[in-house]
């Protein structure tokens, strides 16, 4: 009798041994090497894609009152994101950060639901997703805020590097990406970071009339900040990269930055 139960018992600890393994690679294993595999599939085409036109961004940066300067030797003007709307004509941008992997093209769509779960490509992409522009905002970047999310993944993808902005010392060594539009190669000066929840006001896409509420309410929020208030024009731009962070429950990580003009019209 004994023995039975022993062999019963024994039976129930394998099985559940057996079905803890099992869900352990269904629920981590498996999707973690689906989301690696559209993850090479996926910079295997930006690389195919990428604009032509690129800056040393992280080595010739000069810091001006109104914005960064880019001293670029040489710039070769072409349609910056031809090859890329040939893959996807919803495509509205490029963003490239130095000294992180963010290096990506952004799209949009008709509603922040669809680049959360599919590419570039629009494929489903087992959640990696493609950053994207919230459809709320002008497609040339044109309005006062335009804000820009993506997923934080594992393994650094995506935004994930948007959270090494938290140590102020990183932007100060790292004050510059670039954004490349359908017009041109623009400059981004960062100058904010923030830790604030999904809801909170800085989603907001601010008119005319709400320039002044927006700022109070983004100074207010940022960890930290390089400029002033009083800094911000009616006329800048402000870009805003958005990512989940995990400080808390649904807490966003948001690395503001004003867009100056195009390299050419720097010159």
């Not at 940066?61 to 709307?85: H, M, N, Q, R, Y």
């Not at 970047?141 to 804000?147: E, K, L, Q």
């Not at 935004?159 to 790292?174: R, V």
Request: glycine residues 4%.
């Amino acid at each position: 009798m004994k023995t039975r139960i022993l062999y019963a018992l024994l039976t129930v600890l394998v099985c559940a041994g057996a079905y803890c393994v099992w869900r352990y690679y269904d629920e981590v294993v498996r999707p973690e090497r689906q989301i690696s595999s559209a993850d090479t599939e996926q910079n295997q085409l930006f690389s195919q894609i990428k604009p032509a036109v690129t800056i040393p961004v992280s080595s010739t940066a000069v810091s001006s009152a109104e914005t960064t300067v880019i001293t670029a030797a040489e710039t070769v003007k072409t349609t910056p994101l031809a090859d890329a709307a040939m893959i996807n004509s919803s495509v509205v941008g490029w963003i490239t950060i130095p000294d992180t992997h963010i290096d990506f093209p952004i799209a949009q769509a008709e509603d922040n639901d669809f680049y959360l779960h599919n590419g570039f490509d629009m494929k489903y992409n087992y959640e990696l997703g493609c950053p994207f522009l919230d459809y709320r905002c002008a497609s040339d970047f044109s309005g006062f805020n335009s804000i820009v999310y993506a997923h934080h993944m594992t393994q650094q993808r995506m935004f994930a590097d948007i959270a090494l902005f938290k140590d102020s010392e990183f932007m100060a060594s790292n004050p510059v990406g670039q954004l490349t539009l359908h017009d041109g190669v623009h400059t981004v000066s960062f100058f904010a970071y923030l830790n604030v929840p999904y809801d909170s006001m800085i989603y907001q896409v601010a008119d005319t009339s709400e320039h002044e509420e927006y700022l109070d309410d983004l100074f207010a929020a940022a960890d930290y900040a390089t400029k002033n208030k009083d800094d911000i024009k009616d006329t800048d731009r402000l870009l805003l990269l958005s990512t989940c962070t995990y400080e808390y429950k649904d807490a966003r990580g948001v690395l503001v930055g004003l867009i100056g003009p195009t390299i050419e019209q720097q010159e």
